[in-house]
């Protein structure tokens, strides 16, 4: 579940309450607590997920996911361009 904090009275906040809360304090932006990016207005409605509590408590021994989840399968050739370039 995401979490937002008030950047006006630094109130912390559950997606759901963020509308409400705006009414009452007339905040103008809201930043997440996880990954600290501040949205205006109701750019937080598209905000769904960020970085894992893995990736931002344990950050020297973070692994992540593998880039390639292929499962032995033959890549197709979009998807090997798509390597090569990135």
Known sequence: MVFFSC????????????DAHAMRCRCESV?????????WGDDY???TSCISEAERYEKTVY?????????G??????ESWMEIIN
């Open 7 to 18: 950047d006006k009275c630094a109130e912390s906040l559950k997606k759901s309450k963020v």
């Open 31 to 39: 930043s997440c607590v996880d990954c600290s990016v501040s949205f």
């Open 45 to 47: 409605k598209q905000h």
């Open 63 to 71: 692994k992540g996911p593998k880039k390639n989840e292929t499962k």
């Open 73 to 78: 399968r033959k890549l197709t050739p979009q």
